[in-house]
């Protein structure tokens, strides 16, 4: 009988299949302290990029020096290739191609060390940056970036879009939930449509998916066990104090409205969000603010909502004041310190956090601004 079951859990573990996945999943906490003179805030890691932020008097052949350490899915490989680019005049790009265990999957990681930024306080955020998520013919959705005056790529905008992907259901850029459309009001814009997510979505208790945008990143490895947490509000990048938030916009909500069973909840309408947020940071370990508390921290200091933002068949103008929140009063001296983080947030469906809205809804937005306050 022993060597029966001796035999059995012998079977039993060689016939356990590799593992097929090969993600960076984070950043070795001994690399990131070896080089914490000159980074700022901590690594921001997506589907196919690893964003570093480093500080002013960094140079950039100091940059080409570094070769960060990773942590990877359980038996993954990763092999640094043989080319660096610059990014501008104020970063450069490292590659990296990770393996699976069982080797029938890769990916290249764009890995990026940028000299830290603000916002420009005249910028416009018109969507005109986009590109597929990886290069044809493996990438399917857009992903969005800004340019600053030195041509240095700007990756501050995130998406749910990774997280859809596992469904399955987006074949092209137009199918998933965040799409980048030519007819905005002005050259092209953000189309943001809440999306069905199939049986899949059924099966993960999350059954649609609202198209958003946002100043932050997305974690795709958390998307199906811990979806509030997969969207992370904000970058240290405020120039100033904001004053108003101002834009443009149309919207239809979508017929249904359901709740998280995918239940139709009688007499609701959907409705969109557009919405930005200032909040406190420790500059020396960031901690976003996400899908759970982006509206109801007690870190927050400012916040500009659009209210009641109906159902503009045409695009129609906004200016939404920041008014302080919970009793705090901005504070210019930290401000200096690095001591605040922004997020600008749309969304097709307010409630697509918590998977309740309709299956349809869709929101255009375009020329969005903070205007800052000029001290």
Not at 60 to 79: H, M, N, R
Not at 315 to 337: C, H, M, R
């Amino acid at each position: 009988m022993l060597l029966t079951i001796l035999s059995v859990l012998t079977s039993c573990i060689r016939e356990e299949a590799p593992n097929a996945e090969c993600d960076i999943i984070a950043v070795k906490a001994t690399w990131l302290e070896s080089n914490k003179e000159i980074l700022s805030g901590s690594p921001i890691i997506s589907n196919n990029d690893v964003m570093f932020y480093v500080k002013e008097e960094t140079s950039i052949e100091t940059l080409k020096q570094l070769d960060p350490e990773f942590e990877l899915t359980y038996g993954a490989l990763i092999v640094k290739e043989n080319r660096i680019e610059e990014n501008g005049t104020r970063g450069i790009y490292l590659y990296y191609r990770t393996t699976s265990e069982d080797g029938a999957w890769s990916k290249t990681y764009r890995v990026s060390f940028t000299k830290q930024t603000v916002i420009d306080v005249n910028a416009v955020f018109g969507f005109e940056n986009f590109e597929l998520n990886q290069p044809a013919p493996k990438g399917k959705y857009n992903v969005w970036h800004e340019v600053d005056a030195n041509g240095t790529r700007l990756n501050w905008w995130a998406s749910g879009n990774a997280g859809f992907n596992f469904t399955g259901k987006g074949k092209t850029p137009a199918d998933f939930p965040t799409s980048s459309d030519s007819a905005g009001f002005k050259g092209c814009c953000i189309k943001l449509t809440t999306r069905d997510t199939g049986s899949f979505g059924k099966m993960a208790g999350m059954p649609i998916a609202a198209g958003n945008i946002f100043l932050g990143e997305f974690i795709s490895a958390n998307a199906m066990k811990e979806p509030l947490a997969a969207t992370r509000f904000g970058l240290a990048i405020a120039p100033s104090k904001p004053l108003t938030l101002t834009g443009h916009y149309r919207y239809t909500p979508g017929e249904t409205f359901t709740d998280k069973a995918k239940e139709e909840v009688a007499g609701r309408r959907d409705t969109c969000a557009i919405y930005s947020v200032l909040y406190e940071i420790d500059p020396g370990n960031i901690v976003t603010l996400d899908g759970s508390n982006v509206l109801s921290s007690d870190r927050i200091v400012l916040v500009a909502e659009l209210k009641n933002p109906g159902e503009p068949d045409e695009w129609t103008s906004f200016e939404i004041p920041y008014v302080p929140a919970n009793g705090k009063v901005f504070d210019w001296q930290k401000l200096e310190k690095g001591e605040y983080a922004i997020t600008v947030v749309a969304s097709s469906s307010k409630g697509g956090a918590f998977f309740e809205g309709a299956v349809g809804s869709t929101l255009y937005v375009d020329e969005l601004k903070i205007n800052w306050d000029n001290k």
